[in-house]
């Protein structure tokens, strides 16, 4: 069965940085869209990196633009995300998700993604 697994959040002060990462399984890892999303408490889902793993296109959101980036590993099956200049509002549960066929609408949109990991908490302090 398809099982995402993310890693290394944690607790740090504004202006260092993170690296996430979401190892899957029990599907092959090319060729898929994949993505990393967060949700603060009291906030929907929002997208913050989504990518074709084949290459195609990587849509970063404009809140994240030149502090994050991702990247991944095919001999692991990784997707790793890594956050610089990590700023409070960037505080929030992180997941990762994969579309299993064809290319989303909206990269952005939680609802075009099949599955999804735990996620992992990254709280930024000022």
């Known amino acids: 069965q398809v099982k995402l697994v993310e890693s290394g959040g944690g607790s740090v002060q504004a202006g260092n940085s993170l690296n996430l990462s979401c190892e899957g399984s029990g599907y092959s890892f090319g060729n898929r869209w994949m993505g990393w999303f967060r949700q603060a408490p009291g906030k929907e889902r929002e997208g913050v990196v989504v990518?074709?793993?084949?290459?195609?296109?990587?849509y970063y959101a404009d809140s994240v633009k030149g502090r994050f980036a991702i990247s991944q590993d095919f001999a692991k099956k990784t997707l790793y995300l890594v956050m610089n200049d990590l700023l409070p509002e960037d505080s929030a549960m992180y997941y990762c998700a994969v579309r299993m066929s064809g290319g989303p609408r909206s990269p952005f949109l939680p609802a075009e993604y099949d599955y999804w990991g735990q996620g992992t908490q990254v709280t930024v302090s000022s």
């Open positions: 990518t074709h793993t084949g290459g195609y296109a990587t």
